[in-house]
Nanobody, 129 residues
């Protein structure tokens, strides 16, 4: 079992920056591809960014490309997303998720929430205009 805990969400003005962290316990994250998702009120959960097991491959939704950067520190069992130039439409609850990948050579990153095995409880990000 993997427990994921997100942190770093808060109220920020448009144009500002935040770094979210996702700390894992119960299992090493190095066996998982990791993703960040978000959910705005009244909307479905949306994929934001993902990173492969080794960190060699990343994938972003078009709306955050050039503004968000996902990274991981497997030694610290933590995944991050650096969010710059935030916009009001980035507001939502941000979740990290873990997708078990058996092979260390697997560089795939999934954008579908259905492929992820473990989820955190989320952290609220609010961007004011």
């Amino acid at each position: 079992q993997v427990q994921l805990v997100e942190s770093g969400g808060r109220l920020v003005q448009a144009g500002g920056s935040l770094r979210l962290s996702c700390a894992a316990s119960g299992h090493t994250l190095s066996e998982f591809a990791m993703g960040w998702f978000r959910q705005a009120p009244g909307k479905e959960r949306e994929f934001v960014a993902g990173i492969s097991r080794s960190g060699s491959n990343t994938y972003y939704v078009d709306s955050v490309k050039g503004r968000f950067t996902i990274s991981r520190d497997n030694a610290k069992n933590t995944v991050y997303v650096q969010m710059n130039n935030l916009k009001p439409e980035d507001t939502g609850v941000y979740y990290c998720a873990a997708d078990r990948r058996v092979s260390a050579l697997d560089r795939r990153v999934s954008g579908s929430p259905h492929t992820y095995d473990y989820w955190g409880q989320g952290t609220q990000v609010t961007v004011s205009s």
